[in-house]
């Protein structure tokens, strides 16, 4: 018999050996009073799908779709259903899940080869009826364990040419794949049991493709509610472009340039257009400057996007149109540290918008931007107070202030001033390569991994801390930094194609530190395991400008 502690209620049974999670589940069930339905769980903090049968004494956690591994198995398995749907309409089509968008996911889809028509509204209403048959039915998703040369076969017959690419490069000796009838899919994490769990989601027409709506993450009851992001749409779209041109839209494909020598290309290639974006930016700004007076450039992105390593290489471009750039920093009018707000926990809330004098910081731009002497201060972060030593500050000529931050497209940060004076930029890391055409990268895993290793090289926090942080620092962005994105004059996207191929060698060592006994693991686990799909490349040939450099060390630029 095995010994199970249920996590959830701190509570131990007996089990034969080969109990389900799900049986597991009926025996603590009565105990828990959990007010969502569970969909997922974890085994020494490690996701598993519910089906997962165990034969040693473990620890299990359930989890509803309010965690990021029960939401995220849920939102896998909502898009097989999608896929499945589309195959028994339209075989022989293709469907691509991109990128999370509008607080759902955006699916670009083909028809059959030689059908050149647009997907329609009625399409639409079609796979969404025959989705909603499938859940009726119940279907189970049935997980098969083969070698990865079979699990190859089986994908190469059906034409699946994103995951046999991504399997013959993982390395791997075996590979789990999921049927749902006779449809087979690959997913890098797990599903729910069978289709009838999934009972909040909703399918529309969005652009040339579809919109699949999830669950929101707070109220797995009802539905995300949409939030209208064109702007973010069109950067999306323009990354996906160039990820076209460059033949390299998934792991498989990155992993094959790689093998044929192509890395320091795919690098230079990356790191020129991203150039390219920010000369444009600053001919732009330079344009306004001449042409309308402007006077503030205003920066913002959420965590590890590269906001202060594009900031210095926008500076430079800007110097090299005839302008001086002034840094103004947000952080030397922080409010005294006795009154800054607090969090519910009473630690100190620094990512809220009145840890900012924001009242006296927009009375200085203005008076600066008038072309008066400005005296500002200096915030001391030893004593926490602000100080005045006596640095005054005026502008002259064509210059600009540049002010990065992540208030800096917060209305009340500069509410009177002329948004004729304002050029504000939106920075993110928004990753356009998946691992196949149904398994997208979340972009949030993009920057935990960067700051994971930025924090670490810099010797600020372990990987167990900074993953712990995480939660708290997403919750941030939500409430101060994304809101208002779409307010952005233009939106830079700093992931490069190459990119998880060269923070692989960097984060293995690192997130392996993070022990199996404590919650982090969970989050360790699925970066780690995402990342070694990639083969790693060496960053020595990463420029020192780069804003890679910012992350895994060696920038040029004085941080």
Same mark, same amino acid.
């Given at each position: ?16 050996e ?30 598993q ?25 849920? %939102? ?7 896929y499945?749907a ?14 999370p ?11 059959s080869?030689? +059908? ?23 279907m ?8 990865t040369? +079979?699990a ?15 399997? +013959? ?7 789990d ?28 027409p969005?652009?040339?493709g ?5 669950p ?7 539905l995300?509610?949409?939030?209208s ?7 999306f ?15 498989g ?5 790689v093998l ?5 290309e795919l690098i ?7 150039e ?11 344009r306004? %400057?001449?042409?309308?007076?402007l006077?503030?450039v ?15 290489r ?9 302008? =001086?750039?002034?840094s ?17 926990n009473g630690?100190y809330d620094?990512?809220?918008i009145?840890?900012v ?9 203005t ?22 030593n006596?640095?005054k ?5 064509e ?7 992540i208030?800096?497209?917060?209305p009340?940060?500069t509410r009177h ?15 356009s ?13 993009? =920057?935990?991994?960067?700051?994971i ?8 926090f372990?990987?167990? +801390?900074?993953?712990?942080q995480?939660k708290n620092?997403c919750?941030a ?21 190459i990119?998880?191929a %060269?923070?692989r ?9 993070v022990?199996?006994?404590?919650p ?12 070694r ?10 420029p ?11 920038s040029?630029f004085k941080?």
């Open positions: 018999m095995l010994q199970i502690r249920c996590k959830n209620i701190n509570k131990t049974k007996s089990f034969p080969g109990t389900s999670l799900l049986e597991v589940y009926d025996a603590f069930m009565d105990e828990m009073e959990l007010p969502y339905p569970i969909v997922a769980a974890k085994v020494n903090n490690t996701p799908g519910l089906k997962f049968r165990l034969y040693q004494n473990r620890d299990v956690e359930f989890l509803d779709a309010r965690e990021g591994p029960g939401h995220y198995a849920y %939102v896998r398995s909502l898009c097989f259903v999608l499945k589309t195959q028994d309409l339209f075989p022989g089509s293709k469907l691509f899940v991109e990128h968008l509008e607080r759902g996911y955006y699916c670009n889809f083909r028809f080869r030689g +059908e050149t028509r647009e997907m329609s509204a009625d399409d639409v209403a079609l796979i969404r009826k025959r989705m909603q048959e499938i859940i009726n039915l119940d189970p998703f049935r997980r098969n364990e083969a070698t040369e +079979e190859i076969r089986v994908f190469s017959e059906r034409g699946f040419s994103d995951k046999v690419k991504l399997l +013959e490069t993982s390395g791997q000796i075996y590979s794949y999921y049927m749902l009838g006779d449809t087979a899919d690959y997913y890098y994490g797990p599903l729910v049991p069978s289709a009838g769990y999934l009972t909040v989601w909703e399918l529309e969005y652009h040339e579809l919109l699949l709506r999830v929101d993450w707070n109220d797995p009851s009802r995300a509610e949409k939030a992001m064109p702007k973010t749409y069109e950067m779209a323009e990354k996906v472009r160039w990820d076209v041109i460059m033949h390299l839209s998934n792991a494909d990155v992993n094959k340039a044929k020598g192509y890395a320091s230079q290639v990356s790191e020129a257009l991203q390219k974006k920010i000369v444009q930016i600053a001919e732009e700004i330079t306004r %400057v001449r042409e309308s007076n006077k503030l205003l920066i913002t992105g959420p965590s590890s996007s590269g906001k202060t390593t594009f900031c210095k926008l500076s430079i471009q800007l110097l090299a149109c005839g302008l =001086r750039p002034y103004f920093s947000t952080d030397d009018y922080f409010v005294n540290r006795v009154d800054t707000p607090l969090l519910p630690d620094f990512d809220n009145e840890t004098e924001y009242s006296l910081l927009e009375d200085h731009l008076r600066l931007m008038n072309g008066e002497r400005v005296e500002v201060p200096e915030y001391n972060f030893k004593t926490g107070k602000r100080e005045w006596g640095k500050l005026k502008l002259t000529g210059s600009v202030l540049i002010i990065e931050g208030h800096a497209l917060n009340l940060l001033i002329d948004d004729a004076l304002k050029f504000k930029i939106y920075i993110s890391a928004l990753t390569i998946s691992l196949d055409d149904h398994n997208w990268i979340p972009t949030r895993d993009n =920057r935990l991994l960067r700051r290793i930025r924090d670490y090289n810099k010797g600020a372990t990987a167990k +801390e900074t993953i712990a995480w620092v919750a962005e939500d409430q101060w930094i994304f809101p208002y994105q779409e307010t952005a004059d233009v939106m830079f996207n700093s992931a490069l194609n990119e998880f %060269v923070l060698p960097h984060a293995e060592v690192i997130l392996g530190s022990p199996k006994n404590c982090e693991y969970t989050d360790a686990h699925r970066l780690m395991k995402f990342i799909f990639f083969i790693p490349v060496s960053d020595k040939e990463i020192p400008t780069s804003i890679m450099r910012e992350f895994v060390g060696g040029s941080y």
